[in-house]
């Protein structure tokens, strides 16, 4: 696989910005897979829709190898309507693994996508971290190195975060 993520290395002949559109050969999920792998500290997250295995996956596997991870996503797409548990399974594998989530609620939607990686990496773009992004026409931006960029991120992220309710561990 052609590693896509501009994190792996800090070098001068890596891009500040990675771009990858989807569902083209699964580029835009390969690109959020590997800012996740990237991770050294921390991991924010804010989400729509939250039910990709193999986000899911990545993630317990960051918690797991001491990455703090916190999310927040949409409360009404992930529990209320979610006949078939997707969201609430996805939300329950985290928490299982360490991760922190809540749900928010405040608003019509919590449409927000993107992640603020060790407060300095900014992945965001119209990606959904679901399974149906791999069906759907996407973009994913991934740019480093931009604290002040991942700051604003973060504030944001934070007042989203600090509104919604505490998605209990199973």
């Known amino acids: 696989m052609t590693c896509l ?3 792996r290395a800090v070098a001068d002949d890596l891009p500040r910005a990675m771009v ?3 569902p083209e050969d699964l580029a835009a999920e390969r690109l959020v897979l590997e800012t996740i792998a990237d991770a050294r500290q921390s991991i924010r997250i804010a ?3 939250f039910s990709s295995p193999a986000i899911v996956d990545a993630l317990v596997a960051a918690a797991q190898r001491g990455i703090d991870v916190r999310l ?3 409360h009404g797409h992930n529990v209320v309507r979610d ?3 997707i969201g609430r399974d996805a939300l329950d594998a985290v ?3 360490g991760a922190e989530a809540r749900t928010n609620e405040r608003h019509r939607l919590h449409h927000d996508k993107f992640m603020v990686i060790d407060g300095r990496h900014v992945q965001t773009g119209s990606y959904n971290y ?3 992004a791999n069906r759907n026409s996407e973009n994913v931006l991934v740019v480093r190195d931009d604290a002040a960029l991942a700051a604003r991120y973060l504030a944001h992220w934070t007042r989203r975060y600090d509104e919604g ?3 209990p561990a199973p």
Request: no cysteine.
């Open 5 to 7: 993520s501009p994190l």
């Open 20 to 22: 990858a559109f989807g």
């Open 47 to 49: 989400a729509f829709a």
């Open 72 to 74: 927040v996503v949409d």
């Open 83 to 85: 006949p078939k548990r």
């Open 95 to 97: 928490t299982r693994a």
């Open 130 to 132: 679901a399974v149906s």
């Open 165 to 167: 309710r505490r998605y």
